[in-house]
């Protein structure tokens, strides 16, 4: 019986069945071939990639890259995929159009908190755009990054700037190294208004540099080539020892804040008299809000103090460096600082009559961003950008370093020239895609209103009280502007100068 209902079936249909398997493959690839393809770019080799031609200076290769395979491209890292962009429509695509498909991160494998609680802690790098997330950053813009709270900070930062005002010039006629004083100011700033308390001995600090160092250490090894990250089923081995490395750095930094924030919670709790409970500072407001545990804290202060240090210091000592190159800039800065300022020292009220000392600020960061290729982003979902396929989990780095030396939208890009802003409308708010030294979109650095401020403070501080010179007469037309990339661009020779005090340098007693 059931041989004669096999007999009875056509043979047209009994081919198809056969053929189905095959007919299936075809259109399942022919469903694939209409998405965009993937951007261009180099061939990549197997199990390398093309690791051995972005890994000794990522930030240069990453530039070329672009100017031959276009303002989208792709290349391999090992098994991680990174897709380049370097032109402003590019960036709107990310960082506006896709912003909430290209909103998570690679949390690079050295970071000491990678368990799922402590990730979310990061403001930076917490790789998911999650609740967890979004609340901790209101937590932050609301006690430190706000217009209101900006504005209450405004006296700490002018002492701490008078205090760096006071160190300089008990050095007269000895060399300074910029970046460490900046450093110890800028950080003498934050820890205040984070915790309260001086973190550091600022003089020991300028001296030695220990701080500044450990946090050099830190952000130059959280972008260090790591087989970790190239190859994700290795990282529980920690082949290189970064991660051991990393962690001891962070034990050395943050061995004492544990202590503060004890000594904190034990004030709060017991109501002592000389605990003011309504000055809150954002300790007081991660404490308030009993949804943080020490360890969580200490994650969020240790990134939120590198990175306004860090890259705080760096922009300045690059002003410094481009108006030591430039005389006939230093002129103008000075002399409308002399003319703009009325009392003994500068105040935060005052930096709104600098347009000059703003245009040097702004055209500093044009040529050297503090994160040249902003902190990459990671793709939650496949999505596409400029007819190019970016698959989920893709790495995205948005080249802003190249997008403010592009000669299509800036006029002699390598020369420092701060009038391009005097009468321009630009801004690094995170709306002119040509210009995005904070980044922009859902990702954007939260803390560009505070370091909008303290900032040109600083610098205003530097050139109104003192004038500079380089020791032995050295030509400022030969000085080095190479520069080292971590997280944020440094300069690669630290800047050294001689300050001579001016006439209208106020006594101690007048901070």
Known sequence: MAESIVMEIPKPFLLLLLLLPVLYFILKNLKHSKSPPLP????????????????????????????????????????????????PAAAIQILKTED??????????????????????????????????????????THIFSSKAIESQARLREEKAMKMVT???????????????????????????????????????VVD???????????????MPNISDFYPILSRFDIQGLRKKIVKIHEKICSKWEG??????????????????????????????????????????RELLLAGSDSSAATIEWIMVELIRSPRCMKIVQEELARE????????SDLPKFPYLQACFKETLRLHPPAPLLIPRRALESCQVMNYTIPKDSKVQVNVWAIGRDPEYWKDPLVFKPERFLDSSLE????????LPFGSGRRMCPGMPMASKQVPLVLASLLHFFDWSLPYEQNPENLS????????????EPLILIPKIKSILPHANEQ
């Open 40 to 87: 261009p770019g180099p061939y990549p080799w197997p199990i390398l990639g093309n690791l051995l031609q972005v890994l000794n200076n990522p930030l240069e290769t990453l530039t070329k890259l672009g100017q031959t395979y276009g303002p989208v491209f792709t290349i391999k890292l090992g098994c991680q995929r990174v897709v380049g962009v370097s032109s």
């Open 100 to 141: 909430r498909l290209l909103a998570g991160r690679t949390v690079p494998h050295v970071l000491p908190a990678q368990n799922p609680e402590l990730n979310s802690q990061y403001i930076g790098w917490a790789a998911e755009y999650a609740e967890s997330w979004k609340d901790l950053r209101t937590v932050c813009r």
């Open 167 to 205: 160190y300089i010039a008990s050095m007269e006629g000895k060399p300074v190294k910029i970046v460490s004083v900046t450093f110890a100011a800028v950080f003498d700033m934050l820890s205040q208004i984070f915790l309260s308390v001086d973190l550091i001995n600022f003089e020991q600090e």
């Open 209 to 223: 540099g220990w701080l500044n160092r450990l946090f050099r250490d830190l952000v130059e090894m959280a972008v």
């Open 260 to 301: 503060i924030i004890e000594e904190r919670r034990e004030k709060k709790r017991g109501d002592h008299a000389d605990y003011n409970s309504e000055q809150q500072d954002l300790l007081d407001a991660l404490i308030s809000n009993g949804s943080f545990s020490n360890a969580q804290i200490i994650v969020l202060l």
């Open 341 to 348: 300022i009325s009392q003994g020292m500068v105040t935060e």
């Open 428 to 435: 690094f708010k995170g709306n002119d895609f040509e210009y």
């Open 481 to 492: 502007m190479r520069a080292k990339y971590g997280l944020t661009l440094v300069k690669e």
